[in-house]
């Protein structure tokens, strides 16, 4: 990880436009948020921001950034837990006040195709890390600058961050986002993703362990 002093700070985004957007999950829960595009991202894709309830409220707006997830998010998938986690961070948010960056990095920011790709690498048994490597890609390509503009342009510099991963926390702060706390989301398991579970709790040696509680995903 770089060391925040020699970090080179993000170039400053605007707010492009915004609009309130009810949204409506289907167990039934409805909030309303606030989303906002914006001009000057350092990677140049379409991430959003959806504003929900009050993020002055709090001594710091609860903060979480979610990588987009097809699969997950809109289909339900139950290889993965995305879509449980944002569907647990939009109320959590709402009912705290801050803000849910929804950032376009499909499969770790592998890509969609690339992602079922490793799927199918998954299926013969490497692990959601080795699939990615096995495909001359990055175990995570992620990257939070653009998450880093995005948060400085809404004023929320220190924050409380709503996450497993340790690296989400440490790219913000090198990037001069005070986290303030980490908080974790729920553990959501289906008999599909334990796999990929287990292997987040393990880490890699280029990636520290999420945080999930061992014995919940035994």
């Known amino acids: 990880m770089t060391h925040p002093d020699t970090t080179p700070q993000p170039p400053a985004a605007t707010v492009r436009s915004r609009v309130r957007i009810p949204l409506a999950f289907a167990d039934g ?117 653009a998450a880093a503009q995005m948060l400085t342009t809404l004023d929320a510099t220190t924050i409380d961050l709503l996450s497993n991963n340790p690296d989400k926390s440490g790219q913000l702060q090198a990037l001069g986002i005070q986290v303030r706390n980490r908080i974790p989301t729920g553990v959501h ?10 292997t987040k709790v393990r880490g890699t040696t280029n990636l520290p362990a999420h945080d999930l509680l061992p014995n919940r995903i035994a």
């Open 29 to 145: 829960y409805r909030v309303e948020a606030e989303v906002r595009t914006f001009h000057g991202l350092a990677d140049g894709a379409e991430h959003l921001s959806l504003t929900l309830g009050d993020p002055s409220a709090a001594p710091a707006p609860l903060v979480r950034l979610h990588s987009e997830c097809l699969t997950g998010d809109v289909f339900g998938s139950a290889r993965c837990d995305c879509g449980p986690q944002l569907r647990e961070s939009v109320q959590r948010i709402a009912e705290t006040g801050g803000h849910l960056l929804y950032l376009r990095q499909e499969g770790r920011g592998i890509g969609l195709y690339n992602k079922l790709d490793a799927y199918a690498l998954q299926d013969l048994g490497h692990d959601t890390y080795a699939a990615n490597t096995a495909l001359g890609l990055p175990e995570d390509g992620r990257d939070y600058t």
């Open 189 to 198: 398991t289906t008999p599909h993703n334990l796999t990929y579970l287990r």
